[in-house]
């Protein structure tokens, strides 16, 4: 029986719930200091001075701009592997571009002496004029060069013809907030030296990508850094790429000859560690009578940093998602005195999701077809902008099955038509779409003489499950059961993985260890075949199955032998290592997720209070490995697309740049008394394009068409179309 899909427990979950899990931040190596990274408080300008207070106990180093350690020439603002890379604030000069820019890193004996000497550091500033607000900085715009590999600005058709051509036109504008990453876990990094080799515990999504970017930026091999995170505190793209911090721990550990703990105040997260910009999205369609798009224009303007270019790529997913015979889509990009943004859970499908999938609402309405049907009547099986096939699509299925779970049917269409008591009730729908990704993975699985088996990669574990999906691919490629396995990760030292981001940690690194895997077990049978003592001795590979630890002829079931006593004779563990990596699939097929978000909400209407009561989503996403891992993740994707629709916003002061809500108490997230019944379901789904087990990433689509169905759902309910997010309650009343 096969392992792959079944609703097994975390295989790490004891270890979480008893503590004995440990975080970056949780690593104590012998004599270890403690960092606290001090920030800017200006938007824009220099450093004049800065000078530390002699008298507080305990400073061991205070590394500025002018003490700091030069690094090698073209290194000193970082900005390797794109898009992963940052340009760093890593103390090389005095210049300030942002507010919370860091500027210097008080060490100390102890954390509160290192916090007191950082809180009196006095640093003197010469100011300069900054951009502050997103109304300034979309008054000078300018293309970026790519949008995730792909052109900035598309364009197929006749779009102002294809206008003209349509009985009912939509041109609306949707904006997205600042949004903060603000996982339970804040960014930590502890840095040790022993004598020029590098240890890192670093809490990250890419264990492989610090140790390439911090070992090429302080001017070292790459083998004499070694990364380890064996588990990550929630990463949602932040901790995708190395920030400043990281390499700041570094130098710092160096300078003062002992190991260096940095860990970021909650605070700190709101700019030196990126977030999900400010988006203004303008969507035109143009329709026929029937429903049937005859244009559609996606035109997205987003702020980036001072330093360096970031486009949130929202208009990517109107280019795919419905039939359309004309289409504009446009990237621009507006500099302000803000951190550098980064990937945020769906980075472009979130946002762009919600402008798309409101505007067709809102086009279904004018023309007075049901929502469903509206996209039912643009659907298409085709890739309209790569014109390629997808790989496979169940979106019909996904439609049809959240209808009928949500009882779709018994809505009525008319807005503020619906009450329940003093509330009124609106019923709102989304599509949900994210890419599925893949890149190539090494894996290593090894089989000890007691026949327990354990798999390695340098992949990690962000909280999605890694631990418990990889241990059931590994038990069902050998054929033992699974808790005869054991899945290890968090090590640079392991084979090649890559970012555990863009949904594809699964379908990149299970099919690596899928490979290693099968690899093992013929390497056992081909044992077996060439030991005399065998009863397997001389068996074909072709006729032996493996299950449950035993491999048995298929001709003669009899014949059979447990691995382990191939193992013991073998006089020791048996190892194989593989490599799996994309083909020429994505030339050919265009791969991508597909679900359906049904949300309804209920509206005080005399306070305008929002609530959601239920959301039912249904989602095709190729072969699930764990029912249950999964369903959590799709569930949290969902519960995000809430927030994102109606709570989080970073608020920054117009004056001076700084995150007036830099905190949890003031920053809004959903909380357990926020969030009513949440049903997932996921339809059958076979694609065996997209890698060996069939399997989509889920880590993103679950938020995605969120934010527009509770949108949809808001207008069903009140009347009134609010097309800025977040929606609050005085946006209603």
Known sequence: MSAIGAPINRTDGWAKVSGAARYSAE???????????????????RIKRIEADAECPG???????????????????????????????????????????????????TPEHAREAAARLHVEYETAPAILTFEQARQHTYPPDKVLGESADTRRGDFEAGMLAGSVQ??????????????????????????????????????????????????????????????????????????????LAAMAAKQVGRPVKLVLDRNQMFGPVGGRPITEQRMRLSAMADGRLTASGHDVIAYTSMIEDWIEPCALVTRMMYESPAQQTSHRLARMNLGTPTFMRAP??????????????????????????MRLRNYTERDPQKQLPYSSKSLRECYQLGADRFGWSRRNPAPRSMREGDKLVGWGMATATYPTHRMAASATVVMHPDGHVLARSATQDLGTGTYTVMTQVAADAVGVPVEHARFELGDSRMPEAPVSGGSMTVASVSSAVHAAGQALRLKLIGIAAADALSPLRGVQPDDVDAADGWLSMRSDPQRRERMSSIVKRHGGPVEANAKAEPGSESEQ???????????????????????????????????????????????????????????????????????????????????????GNIDVLVVDEEDPHVNPLGAKGIGEIGITGVAAAVANAVWHATGKRVRDLPITLDTLL
């Open 589 to 675: 097929y265009s791969m991508h997720s597909f679900g359906a978000v049904f949300v309804e909400v209920h509206v005080d209407e005399t306070l305008c209070e929002i609530r959601v009561p239920r959301v039912v989503g249904v989602y095709g996403v190729g072969k699930l490995i764990n029912a249950k891992t999964g369903r959590s993740q799709l569930m949290g994707g969902i519960v995000w697309g809430l927030g994102m629709a109606l709570l989080e916003e970073t608020v920054f002061d117009e004056r001076v740049g700084r995150a007036v809500n830099g905190n949890l108490a003031e920053y809004h997230v959903p909380v357990n008394a926020d969030i």
């Open 59 to 109: 400073v061991l180093l205070v590394m500025t701009h002018e003490n700091a350690p030069p690094l090698p020439p073209g290194m000193k603002a970082g900005k390797l592997q794109p898009p992963i890379g940052r340009v760093l604030s890593l103390l090389q000069d005095d210049a300030v571009h942002y507010n919370n820019q860091p500027i210097a890193v008080v060490v100390a004996d």
């Open 170 to 247: 939509l041109d609306a504008t949707y904006v997205t907030p600042y949004e903060t990453h603000n996982p339970i876990e804040p960014h930590a990094t502890v840095a040790a030296w022993d004598g020029e080799h590098l240890t890192l515990y670093d809490s990250t999504q890419y264990i492989k990508g610090v140790q390439s970017i911090v070992s090429t930026i302080l001017g070292i091999r790459q083998e004499q850094v070694t990364v380890l995170c064996p588990f990550t505190g929630g990463g949602f793209g932040c901790k995708g790429s190395v920030w400043s911090h990281v390499v």
């Open 27 to 45: 690593h104590f190596p012998p004599q270890m200091a403690h960092a606290v990274m001090v920030t800017s408080t200006i938007p824009a300008g």
């Open 348 to 373: 472009g499908e979130a946002t762009g999701s919600f402008a798309l999938e409101a505007a067709m609402d809102e086009l279904a309405y004018e023309l007075g077809i049901d929502p469903i049907e």
